[in-house]
């Protein structure tokens, strides 16, 4: 099929948002994917975000700040992944006739993914974020009172940050128009990013465990199916994403859907989840320090106070009131997964009860990355004033998050002070752990 025109499909997705000139008070709505629920919520991070519970304005308290940290929207395969499909796929080549019916659907499929950039469905995220953003939050904003937007520099960063503050115009009538977002390079000092711990260690050893355990039985049911391609334990989690991917861009049910199973799209999912723990989760020495700087600016914005942070951030910036507005009440931030990852476990929120097993996924287990970052995953820091008390809590894909950490209760509300005491590992720079980023 021909590629999708992301102009169209955003002009066409807000037109009918307008009716002689006012937004409709419905919510922009994505277009469906025809697949069952449980089938596109184990696509890991490549699952299209949704809300984990409704949103509900917290009672009795006013909010008086938002904090919006947001990844980007539905992209196309990374380099490097892309070369790794393409590898698998090219297996295909070798195979005469297909002794499974579901595969011999492939015959007819074609490869026409691009890389890295954000596809039409993940500007649509965007949009659609932003457009809710104005709706939940307009009493904090105004002609006048503008949300402060920023974003890594990469290019599916940026465009999902400019497409958000299209959708946050759009919903305001045009009223509130923000202006374009900072953006920070990702050479340099970035909080929004985390490459600038060279020490950090990778998941490959931890996930390998993992893909030799549960790959084998699908390589096995594959090349039966498709005599001569010759699939490798490592090809199959590649293929698996070939469902998402290929879904996402077209937007209809790719054919490589059919060929697994709810069991294989599970297994599936927990080497994404082993690969994120492990990555710049808890499970990484050096991953939750790469998420300290973002905390430390989060404590400035929310407390008024200069940045106070000798990690990622990027001093220049930080230290303007052009760059670092403080007393703003939006904001709104975009990044990526691995960083909001390093985030979580910086802050010390979403932590399991206990390390992620190699080769014994817990059926229950709460470190699910299709909750934690999914395409458009957002995490927002509320300020609140409650009975005259500041206040905050913390939102995942509109689900309220536990904080323990400050003395919580159930509503997820605890004071900004017991909160800005609770971040100690940010607000002493990772404890040390900062410095073995680099010795």
Same mark, same amino acid.
Not at 22 to 28: I, R
Not at 176 to 187: D, F, K, Q, W
Not at 227 to 234: M, Q, V
Not at 302 to 317: A, H, I, K, Y
């Given at each position: 099929?021909?590629?999708? =025109?992301?102009?169209?499909? %955003?002009?066409?997705? &807000?037109?009918?948002?307008?009716?002689?000139?006012?937004?409709?008070?419905?919510?922009?709505?994505?277009?469906?994917?025809?697949?069952?629920?449980?089938?596109?919520?184990?696509?890991?991070?490549?699952?299209?975000?949704?809300?984990?519970?409704?949103?509900?304005?917290?009672?009795?308290?006013?909010?008086?700040?938002? =904090?919006?940290?947001?990844?980007?929207?539905?992209?196309?395969?990374?380099?490097?992944?892309?070369?790794?499909? %393409?590898?698998?796929?090219?297996?295909? @080549?070798?195979?005469?006739?297909?002794?499974?019916?579901?595969?011999?659907?492939?015959?007819?499929?074609?490869?026409?993914?691009?890389?890295?950039?954000?596809?039409? *469905?993940?500007?649509?995220?965007?949009?659609?974020?932003?457009?809710?953003?104005?709706?939940? +939050?307009?009493?904090?904003?105004?002609?006048?009172?503008?949300?402060?937007?920023?974003?890594?520099?990469?290019?599916?960063?940026?465009?999902?940050?400019?497409?958000?503050?299209?959708? *946050?115009?759009?919903?305001?009538?045009?009223?509130?128009?923000?202006?374009?977002?900072?953006?920070?390079?990702?050479?340099?000092?970035?909080?929004?990013?985390?490459?600038?711990?060279?020490?950090?260690?990778?998941?490959?050893?931890?996930?390998?465990?993992?893909?030799?355990?549960?790959?084998?039985?699908?390589?096995?049911? %594959?090349?039966?199916?498709?005599?001569?391609?010759?699939?490798?334990?490592?090809?199959?989690?590649?293929?698996?994403?070939?469902?998402?991917?290929?879904?996402?861009?077209?937007?209809?049910?790719?054919?490589?859907?059919?060929?697994? @199973?709810?069991?294989?799209?599970?297994?599936?999912?927990?080497?994404?989840?082993?690969?994120?723990?492990?990555?710049?989760? +808890?499970?990484?020495?050096?991953?939750?320090?790469?998420?300290?700087?973002?905390?430390?600016?989060?404590?400035?914005?929310?407390?008024?106070?200069?940045?106070?942070?000798?990690?990622?951030?990027?001093?220049?910036?930080?230290?303007?009131?052009?760059?670092?507005?403080?007393?703003?009440?939006? +904001?709104?931030?975009?990044?990526?997964? =691995?960083?909001?990852?390093?985030? +979580?476990?910086?802050?010390?929120?979403?932590?399991?009860?206990?390390?992620?097993?190699?080769?014994?996924?817990?059926?229950?287990?709460?470190?699910?990355?299709?909750?934690?970052?999914?395409?458009?995953?957002?995490?927002?820091?509320?300020?609140?004033?409650?009975?005259?008390?500041?206040?905050?809590?913390?939102?995942?894909?509109?689900?309220?998050?536990?904080?323990?950490?400050?003395? &919580?209760?159930?509503?997820?509300?605890?004071?900004?002070?017991?909160?800005?005491?609770?971040?100690?590992?940010?607000?002493?720079?990772?404890?040390?752990?900062?410095?073995?980023?680099?010795?």
């Amino acid at each position: 099929m021909a590629p999708l =025109n992301p102009l169209r499909v %955003l002009t066409t997705a &807000a037109s009918f948002l307008l009716v002689s000139g006012h937004v409709q008070q419905e919510t922009f709505r994505l277009p469906r994917i025809d697949l069952p629920h449980e089938i596109i919520r184990s696509w890991a991070q490549y699952t299209p975000a949704f809300p984990l519970q409704s949103y509900q304005i917290p009672e009795s308290c006013s909010i008086t700040q938002v =904090n919006i940290l947001q990844r980007h929207g539905a992209r196309f395969p990374t380099t490097g992944a892309t070369k790794r499909i %393409l590898a698998a796929i090219s297996k295909l @080549d070798n195979v005469l006739t297909f002794n499974d019916a579901k595969m011999a659907g492939l015959k007819n499929w074609t490869y026409e993914l691009g890389s890295n950039d954000l596809i039409p *469905f993940g500007e649509m995220q965007a949009f659609e974020s932003g457009f809710e953003a104005f709706r939940r +939050y307009s009493s904090l904003v105004s002609e006048e009172i503008l949300p402060f937007v920023r974003a890594s520099d990469g290019k599916r960063v940026v465009v999902s940050a400019e497409n958000w503050i299209n959708g *946050f115009a759009e919903a305001s009538g045009g009223i509130v128009n923000p202006a374009p977002p900072l953006l920070i390079s990702e050479s340099g000092n970035n909080t929004l990013d985390d490459k600038m711990c060279p020490n950090a260690g990778d998941p490959d050893s931890k996930t390998a465990v993992w893909q030799e355990t549960f790959a084998p039985r699908i390589a096995q049911r %594959l090349n039966a199916g498709a005599p001569g391609a010759k699939f490798t334990n490592a090809d199959i989690p590649n293929l698996i994403s070939l469902c998402a991917f290929d879904t996402l861009y077209k937007q209809e049910p790719s054919p490589w859907c059919y060929i697994f @199973d709810k069991q294989d799209f599970e297994e599936s999912e927990y080497f994404y989840d082993l690969d994120k723990y492990y990555g710049t989760g +808890y499970g990484q020495p050096l991953g939750p320090v790469q998420g300290v700087g973002y905390i430390n600016e989060l404590l400035a914005r929310l407390t008024g106070q200069p940045v106070s942070d000798e990690t990622q951030t990027n001093r220049t910036l930080d230290s303007s009131p052009d760059t670092f507005p403080l007393h703003r009440t939006l +904001y709104a931030d975009f990044s990526h997964d =691995n960083e909001m990852i390093a985030i +979580y476990a910086a802050m010390g929120i979403l932590k399991p009860s206990s390390p992620l097993e190699l080769t014994d996924p817990d059926p229950d287990r709460t470190w699910l990355v299709s909750h934690l970052v999914p395409f458009a995953s957002s995490l927002v820091t509320e300020r609140l004033l409650c009975g005259g008390v500041q206040s905050i809590r913390i939102l995942l894909n509109d689900g309220v998050v536990p904080l323990s950490i400050c003395g &919580a209760g159930s509503d997820g509300i605890c004071t900004l002070k017991e909160f800005v005491k609770s971040q100690s590992y940010a607000r002493n720079n990772g404890e040390g752990d900062w410095e073995k980023c680099f010795v």
